[in-house]
């Protein structure tokens, strides 16, 4: 059993310990937050979570063998490098850095310290992802031609422009950092790496100064195309597509959307699903209604007691980090921008 610490109590943090209630992989016996007020105090009263004072007593907590980080993006490096320094495992929200060079730095810490470092690219592990996957490198899909992803919330409608995740800075272009970044994680394990992009992004109807509306093509190193769509002031949905020239599949569901039930924000990321061959009956079916953020947070745990290794290999982070570095830049000089 890991003994984990959470840092940072806002709604997804507190999303993080409801999915590993009576787990028997990881145990939250800690918190910290910038701001403890008493809703946080009451949450973490009911879930026997002692609160410390900052992430510096956290780490210096010898009963605590790991920290998860739901942090500003910002803060991710420096955190990671003075957990690795303190010799606890670390489980990263993500996006993991705002940079590559924050990334390498970060990977580079965490292996001198022997410690396991994992990013929660939880759609990885849901049983679709899973098929999708086997369904591409078995041949079954055939040539991939072309991966896609759309990924929309509300959240900037009702976001409060004090919130840290109303900075540009932690949140640039959008919906890229909150929700695009896992479909970018999800086409570099099916696909492998990204070549170059092309973005564009903008407002149009959130209400306060923040791109809401952000399209983005890709090319993949292996050849096939991409395309990834995210938008922030409408209503929430998830698709994830890949096409092949024996068919394709197309993966429905939902986002994280703040205000939502827990069960709904961990449950509910799957839905319909929709496969079409070239020739014959297209098949649907319904997604199993997989908890992907304990199944993430267990993988962890389990990788940090000394099993196997999480899923997410770390150079794959480090370059969906440098294509997301890619994109940003696109959008800044209207110009396709490589993959560094």
Not at 213 to 235: A, C, D, F, N, V
């Amino acid at each position: 059993m890991i003994k984990a610490a959470i840092v940072g109590l806002g709604w997804w943090g507190k999303t993080l310990v409801e999915a590993a209630q009576n787990s028997a992989a990881i145990r939250f016996v800690a918190g910290a937050t910038r701001t403890v007020t008493p809703e946080v105090e009451g949450f973490a009263k009911t879930k026997d979570l002692r609160l410390a004072a900052n992430y510096e007593a956290i780490l210096a907590d010898r009963e605590i063998d790991a920290v998860v980080l739901a942090t500003p993006h910002s803060q991710h490096a420096a955190q990671v490098i003075a957990a690795a320094g303190a010799g606890k495992h670390v489980y990263c929200e993500k996006p993991f850095t705002l940079t590559t060079r924050q990334a390498e730095d970060a990977v580079a810490a965490a292996r001198k310290a022997g410690i396991t470092l994992a990013v929660g690219y939880n759609r990885r592990f849901h049983p679709e992802m899973t098929r999708l996957r086997d369904m591409i490198r078995s041949g079954e899909l055939g040539t991939i031609l072309h991966v896609e992803a759309t990924m929309t919330s509300p959240n900037l409608l009702f976001i409060n422009p004090a919130h840290w995740r109303a900075d540009k800075s932690e949140t640039p272009l959008g919906g890229l950092m909150p929700m695009g970044v896992h479909a970018i994680d999800g086409m570099i394990d099916l696909c492998g790496p990204i070549d170059h992009a092309f973005a564009q992004s903008f407002h149009r109807a959130a209400p306060i100064d923040a791109d809401d509306t952000t399209s983005i093509l890709l090319r993949m190193k292996e050849g096939m195309s991409g395309y990834l769509g995210t938008m922030m002031t409408t209503g929430a949905g998830f698709s994830f597509q890949v096409f092949g020239s024996k068919g394709w599949l197309r993966l429905e569901g939902l986002t994280h959307v703040a205000g939502a039930s827990s069960e709904e924000r961990r449950l509910r990321l799957f839905g319909t699903c929709k496969f079409q061959p070239p020739k014959g009956e297209g098949k649907v079916w319904q997604a199993a209604a997989l908890d992907v953020t304990r199944a993430a947070l267990e993988a962890f745990a389990r990788a940090a007691a000394g099993g196997p290794a999480y899923p997410i290999p770390l150079d794959q982070v480090v370059h969906g980090v440098a294509a997301t570095e890619a994109i940003i830049r696109s959008a800044a000089s209207g110009k396709v921008e490589q993959v560094a």
